[in-house]
């Protein structure tokens, strides 16, 4: 059996390695770097120095009429919520306590809203708002796209269902 796996996985480094062989545009190319060019290092984003906990997206001047007042306010809500760990607020920012209760493990971390990336309507009806997240949790930085689905009810009323 493990001369099996021999055969088979020396097969498959030859096959890799052909294919490859001739193909330059596989590889990535190397240019050369003028002496004179001073070039630094990308500041990171995660750096803990330059992290700040907040809402950095301003909702009311986004033109989009996905984003109606009730999907504002409860982004809003959510959002605040959040960044100042208030279970009571985050909790009314959901359609009801089911969805609230499965998203309570959010709650704890420090959180930075920088960017709207998205307004959209699903193919079930739902509008969904993509945003681009910060998230601090300990002495780990994330940079997460979240997703804020939102859903009519029999009422028409508007509601935060899940945070994808």
Known sequence: MNKI????AGSLTIGILAGCAGNSDVLPKHT???QETQTSAPQSSLDQGNFKT???????????TKLNEQIRNSLNAVMNALVNNNEEEFRSAFANNQSSDAHGFML???YSFDKLNSVEEDSAGRTVVSLEVKVKDGSDIKVNNLSFYFV?????????RTID
């Open 5 to 8: 796996a021999k055969v088979i």
């Open 32 to 34: 050369a770097i003028n």
């Open 54 to 64: 907040g809402i950095f997206i301003e909702l009311r001047d986004v033109n989009d």
């Open 108 to 110: 704890g971390k420090e």
């Open 152 to 160: 009519k009810d029999d009422t028409g009323k508007w509601g935060l």
